[in-house]
């Protein structure tokens, strides 16, 4: 049976994101992922994780969509969607009268479409550039910009 829940472990969250062929990170990371979030959202096929998204915000105006993935065998029958509409939901039930936010996120090659169907615009456009980012990789030896490739 298909449940959707306010709770992830770390490790399910790193399943989730090695499934899909994402950058992985040490459990400490995850954990904080996981707490600092402003909501997560597990979806669970009796005990086993097959989706996840989270949704930062700090309650000022910029708040970010991240990580959804929804397990390659489970995909195709509307559980992202109630993801991201779950996100926005929480979001809104946040938000006082006068209240301005940008939810924003960094869509993986070829899935702009996917976020479109919920009102998400592709930059550039008429009133943003293309939108920018880095990793900032530490290893033993110091800051490393070996980057290419890294997904998500
Ligand atoms: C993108 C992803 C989350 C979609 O999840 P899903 O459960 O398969 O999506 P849904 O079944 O809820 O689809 C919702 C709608 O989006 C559409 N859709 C799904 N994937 C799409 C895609 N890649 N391109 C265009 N439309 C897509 C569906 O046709 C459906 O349309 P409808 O509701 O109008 O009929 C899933 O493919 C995934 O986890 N991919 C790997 C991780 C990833 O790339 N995540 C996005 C990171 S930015």
Same mark, same amino acid.
């Given at each position: 049976?298909?449940?959707?829940g306010?709770?992830?472990?770390?490790?399910?969250?790193?399943?989730?994101?090695?499934?899909?062929?994402?950058?992985e990170?040490? !459990?400490?990371?995850?954990?904080?992922?996981?707490?600092?979030?402003?909501?997560?959202?597990?979806?669970?096929?009796?005990?086993?994780a097959?989706?996840?998204?989270?949704?930062?915000?700090?309650?000022?105006?910029i708040?970010?969509?991240?990580d959804?993935?929804?397990?390659p065998?489970?995909?195709?029958?509307?559980?992202?969607?109630?993801l991201?509409?779950?996100s926005?939901?929480? !979001?809104?039930?946040?938000?006082?009268?006068?209240?301005?936010?940008?939810?924003?996120?960094?869509?993986?090659?070829?899935?702009?479409?996917?976020?479109?169907?919920f009102?998400?615009?592709?930059?550039?456009?008429?009133?943003?550039g293309?939108?920018?980012d880095?990793?900032?990789?530490?290893?033993?030896?110091?800051?490393?910009?070996?980057?290419?490739?890294?997904?998500?």
């Amino acid at each position: 049976m298909i449940k959707y829940g306010e709770y992830i472990t770390p490790e399910e969250y790193m399943g989730l994101r090695k499934m899909v062929g994402w950058v992985e990170f040490p !459990l400490e990371q995850a954990e904080a992922c996981i707490e600092k979030a402003y909501m997560i959202l597990c979806v669970r096929d009796d005990e086993k994780a097959i989706g996840v998204v989270r949704l930062l915000w700090d309650g000022g105006y910029i708040a970010f969509l991240s990580d959804v993935i929804v397990d390659p065998e489970y995909q195709g029958q509307g559980i992202g969607r109630k993801l991201v509409e779950a996100s926005i939901q929480k !979001l809104r039930d946040g938000m006082k009268p006068g209240y301005k936010v940008k939810l924003t996120l960094n869509s993986a090659k070829g899935k702009e479409p996917f976020y479109e169907k919920f009102g998400f615009k592709v930059r550039p456009n008429d009133d943003a550039g293309p939108g920018m980012d880095q990793w900032l990789i530490m290893n033993e030896e110091g800051l490393s910009d070996e980057s290419a490739g890294m997904l998500c």
